[in-house]
């Protein structure tokens, strides 16, 4: 049976765009179709890692990895350009330097971050939203310390930390930096008692809809290593020496160097301002991860909005239902080409984990299971292995696995 070859295109490489790529190669045959994969970088990295590039304890090459060791070059074509726009009724993605045609289409293309027209917020404000800010931000935290000690009148504003949002994003950066500003002020010889790390949450806790013990335990373990909470308040403005926050209708300032934004995402612009009809800038999907307008478009990660009906709201755009997004929609692009019966996507929520730092972490698994301390920290780090390993096998595991599971001591 004569089959006519098919172009499938992938738009973005982040967890979604590239576990969709490896089981696409994996499930099709070379004379079924052709496989393009566009990202703006080289390079596939971890979000979920971002918040220790940041800080300087987890380095940028291990959070990196090169496209061209986990894609298939008999099988995918990779281009590294920008996306620019999506006309779907023309069936084309419009590229800086280019123009495809496609029969099948995956929109993959992630977040961007949400500043919620703050005055001053985009200009002044540091994100960990992909490894340039995040390299960004390591540079300045250590410049400050480095001013700091070598400005005659001291400066205190360098040395305090202002962490908008208190989202897993959030508290994981401030785990992470709690840690780290332990060895800066061991290494610049400064009194760790100078250094404020302040984390403004707009809602009245932290890691809001979580477990309350969790929550609990989370500010009492940051609290310990010096964070500050300011929850139930708002950022107002923001200045290259300052940030303005509301509580109670009282304003008040802070004099600091280093704001970090870590609350608030959007989908990719370029989704509303294509031919697409969007709920909270996202394309609403069908069940089997399609459009609703367009059966040969497949959205997935932060730009699909997916419901989930018992609780009345959209399903949390995290990794690890992105990551099951993958297999479904990979799944469905095979039945697709093939005409087969296409299977319904839900999310199985498994569990979630953040970390407070190096050596402690808060978590719920298998439903309810709440586990903490030294044992939600190995578990973080099993499952960072765990995806490394579904990607590329053992050989991506070895090369970029965390193996140091027990926690270092001080």
Not at 107 to 136: C, S, W
Not at 142 to 162: A, D, G, P, Q
Request: positive net charge.
């Amino acid at each position: 049976m004569n089959m006519e070859k098919k172009s499938i295109v992938i738009l973005g490489a982040g967890y979604g765009g590239m576990m969709t790529v490896t089981k696409i190669q994996k499930s099709l045959r070379i004379e079924e179709a052709e496989i393009t994969l566009v990202n703006i970088n080289e390079y596939h990295y971890q979000t979920t890692w971002l918040h220790q590039n940041a800080v300087g304890t987890v380095s940028d090459d291990r959070t990196k990895i090169p496209i061209k060791d986990v894609i298939n070059p008999q099988k995918v074509t990779f281009i590294q350009d920008k996306v620019l726009s999506i006309q779907p009724k023309d069936k084309k993605v419009i590229l800086e330097k280019r123009i495809l045609h496609y029969d099948v289409l995956v929109i993959a293309l992630g977040f961007e971050v949400e500043t919620f027209d703050v005055p001053g917020l985009e200009a002044y404000a540091y994100t960990i939203n992909n490894i340039e800010k995040a390299r960004e931000l390591r540079r300045h935290i250590e410049h400050n310390f480095s001013l700091f000690v070598k400005e005659e009148k001291k400066n205190l504003s360098r040395l305090t930390f202002v962490i908008g949002g208190g989202g897993f994003t959030g508290v994981e950066f401030l785990g992470e930096l709690a840690d780290r500003v332990s060895e800066l002020c061991k290494k610049y010889n400064v009194d760790k008692q100078l250094v404020r790390i302040i984390n403004i949450e707009a809602t009245p806790t932290i890691l809001p809809g979580f477990d309350e013990q969790l929550v609990e335990y989370a500010m009492n373990s940051l609290e310990a290593r010096g964070v500050e909470f300011i929850t139930g308040a708002t950022f107002k403005e923001c200045t290259p020496t300052s940030v303005l926050f509301e509580k109670y209708g009282m304003q008040t300032k802070i004099s600091t160097h280093t704001i970090v934004w870590s609350a608030g995402v959007k989908a990719n612009s370029i989704i509303k301002e294509s031919d697409f009809t969007t709920n909270k800038g996202k394309i609403e999907v069908n069940n089997d991860m399609r459009s609703p307008e367009y059966d040969n478009v497949f959205v997935i990660g932060d730009c699909a909005l997916i419901m989930d009906f018992e609780k009345g709201k959209p399903y949390p755009p995290t990794a690890q239902i992105a990551i099951q997004e993958s297999e479904a929609v990979a799944y469905n692009i095979r039945a697709y080409i093939r005409n087969e019966e296409m299977e319904g996507f839900k999310p199985n929520i498994l569990g979630t984990v953040a970390s407070l730092g190096n050596r402690d972490a808060i978590g719920i698994i298998f439903k309810n299971k709440k586990v903490l301390g030294w044992k939600a920290t190995i578990l973080k780090k099993i499952i960072d292995n765990r995806y490394l390993f579904k990607l590329g096998g053992l050989r991506l595991l070895v090369k970029k696995g965390k193996f140091a599971i027990f926690p270092r001591v001080k």
